[in-house]
């Protein structure tokens, strides 16, 4: 049968026509695959950054949690981490072999909720190991802790992302807290985690050596890439692991900030912290103290504690770093000269004139009954004489006579300072009282 010409041109035809179109719907597809990428990349930023929809472009946070004997307040917790407006979560939780029902109510909450990883620790191991493990598995961009018996402000975590996501500078975010009582009130009492006021790295390390620490542990949160490159939590602290973790911070040279709003419930109760354990608050303190030892250069020093007169250390131009048979750095150095300058200028003045100085006094006393004590002790015994200490700091027999015993002289020292200054106080009444009543009795 011959075949139709007009038929196979046909063919021909409409085989051509399909393929321009689809090389037109093509086309038209990959344009519109880089307009809408363009646009995605241009308005992010003004896109929502909340809701469980957004998960793939949002940063997650690792939330940690060791848990130990509060069936009474788990729920509480709990409840206001998973219900944060800030969806894209990972809640890490370490039950302590709880002897309550903390362990049962706590896989309630992970059959509900997929973001919660549970685990439960071989023994009783304390708050800072389970911390640690659960870091270690932590994927989130950044870490946030929260005790089980304290809550957060639904809308906390959101406010601290924002914040870190604009300041790439900064290592961790704080806020503010009430304290709250075992029944939920809160506490209309003095507050030590309030009207905080920012201040940079350098200040609150100056701060921390003199004082207390001052920000809300629970209100934290940190950056991961920080915790990788300054380490853990030190397993040895029972009181100040938290202070000591904000000092290596602030040396590693990342900024810290506290949102000033009450973000977070911080719940008073027993405690170490509360407690006044001297014991312990003396060894863990020469260990803080030390980490003032690894201040990188004079620069860094001079910052810190800008009062430090460079010129008052003998011969002080020794090599920057440490040499191998043990010679301390040039900072070391003026790290221990100004403890003891410090201390014998606050001693010796007859009265106290303000809070600061009363403040300074009490951490000056504190550091030198722990780790100027234990450093100087340890120096001696490793020289075998006093001839570098002297050498660099007109260091003697006599200042480490009064440095090592001079515990309770410090004590009824500071007592009569109180005296003095009240007896000054009385004093300048009592002058005013008189010449107001010559005054009106003139008049």
């Not at 848990?67 to 307040?73: G, L, M, Q, T």
């Not at 985690?193 to 001052?214: H, P, T, V, Y």
Request: glycine share 2%; net charge positive; with cysteine.
């Amino acid at each position: 049968m011959q075949q139709n010409p007009l038929g196979s041109v046909y063919k021909n035809f409409q085989a051509h026509i399909s393929s321009y179109f689809c090389l037109f719907y093509e086309k038209i597809f990959q344009n519109m695959s880089i307009y809408l990428s363009k646009f995605y990349h241009k308005n992010a930023k003004n896109m929502p950054k909340s809701g469980p929809e957004n998960f793939c472009t949002q940063n997650l946070v690792s939330v940690i949690i060791s848990s130990y004997n509060h069936e009474k307040f788990l729920n509480d917790c709990i409840e206001s981490v998973i219900n944060q407006s800030y969806k894209n979560l990972e809640i890490i939780i370490f039950d302590d072999n709880s002897p309550d029902k903390s362990f049962e109510i706590l896989e309630s909450f992970a059959k509900k909720d997929s973001r919660i990883k549970l685990f439960k620790s071989p023994y009783n191991r304390g708050m800072v190991d389970n911390m640690n493990s659960a870091i270690k598995i932590a994927s989130g961009k950044y870490i946030a802790h929260i005790n089980t018996d304290d809550n957060w402000h639904l809308e906390k975590i959101q406010k601290q992302i924002d914040f870190l996501e604009q300041n790439p500078n900064y290592g961790a975010v704080f806020t503010e807290a009430d304290f709250i009582c075992p029944e939920n009130k809160i506490l209309q009492c003095k507050n030590s985690f309030q009207k905080l006021e920012n201040i940079d790295r350098f200040a609150w390390l100056r701060k921390w050596f003199f004082e207390n620490n001052g920000l809300c542990f629970p209100s934290v949160m940190i950056r991961k890439e920080v915790l990788d490159k300054i380490g853990l939590y030190r397993p040895s602290y029972l009181i100040l692991l938290d202070l000591d973790m904000w000092i290596r911070i602030c040396l590693a040279g990342f900024e810290i900030h506290i949102i000033q709003e009450n973000l977070t419930n911080f719940r008073l109760g027993n405690n170490l912290s509360s407690n006044n354990n001297q014991q312990i608050k003396r060894l863990e303190m020469n260990l803080l103290i030390r980490n003032y030892l690894e201040i990188r250069n004079l620069e860094e020093f001079l910052k810190i504690f800008p009062e430090y007169k460079i010129e008052n250390l003998q011969n002080n131009h020794p090599s920057p770093n440490p040499h191998p048979q043990g010679e301390m750095a040039l900072t070391e150095y003026c790290l221990i000269d100004f403890i003891i300058t410090k201390y014998f200028e606050l001693k010796n003045k007859p009265i106290l004139i303000n809070k600061k100085q009363k403040r300074e006094f009490k951490g000056i006393r504190d550091i030198k009954n722990s780790f100027l004590q234990s450093f100087i002790f340890e120096k001696i015994a490793q020289d075998q004489n006093f001839e570098n200490l002297h050498q660099k700091l007109s260091f003697n027999y006599g200042k480490y006579l009064k440095i090592m015993t001079s515990d309770a002289e410090d004590i009824k020292n500071f007592n009569q300072k109180k005296t003095n200054r009240n007896s000054a106080i009385a004093f300048l009444l009592i002058i005013c009282a008189y010449f107001l009543g010559q005054y009106f009795s003139i008049n």
